[in-house]
């Protein structure tokens, strides 16, 4: 019903910047908060950054001063910019959103892309 496509990731040298782009898409009544995760090799999929419908953002310790999310709602697409890329941001990015496809509250629930490879050389 909702699908959410990712664009943007690619390799690049540490200290550059890439900007992710994800746009959701289909039976969408509300697209609530949306945000970036990433899974490195071995490691658990971890909250990168986030942003509620009014604009609030939250950001891991780790990307704090050098990731910005924003979003544009008339697009139903969330962004983010990466600067000052290090080699330990690499990972697969996953955009998430919390999607209403109608009133009913029954709807409402979490979607996923299907990743983004951003890899940083050192």
């Known amino acids: 019903q909702v699908q959410l496509v990712e664009s943007g990731g690619g390799l690049v040298q540490a200290g550059g910047s890439l900007r992710l782009s994800c746009a959701a898409s289909g039976i969408i009544f509300s697209l609530n908060a949306m945000g970036w995760y990433r899974q490195a090799p071995g490691k658990q999929r971890e909250l990168v950054a986030a942003i509620t419908s009014g604009g609030s953002t939250n950001y891991a310790d780790s990307v704090k001063g050098r990731f910005t999310i924003s979003r544009d709602n008339a697009k139903n697409t969330v962004y983010l910019q990466m600067n000052s890329l290090k080699p330990e941001d690499t990972a697969v990015y996953y955009c998430?959103?919390?999607?209403?496809?109608?009133?009913?509250?029954?709807?409402?629930?979490?979607?996923w892309g299907q990743g983004t490879q951003v890899t940083v050389s050192s």
């Open positions: 998430n959103a919390d999607v209403s496809t109608s009133l009913l509250r029954t709807t409402r629930r979490d979607y």
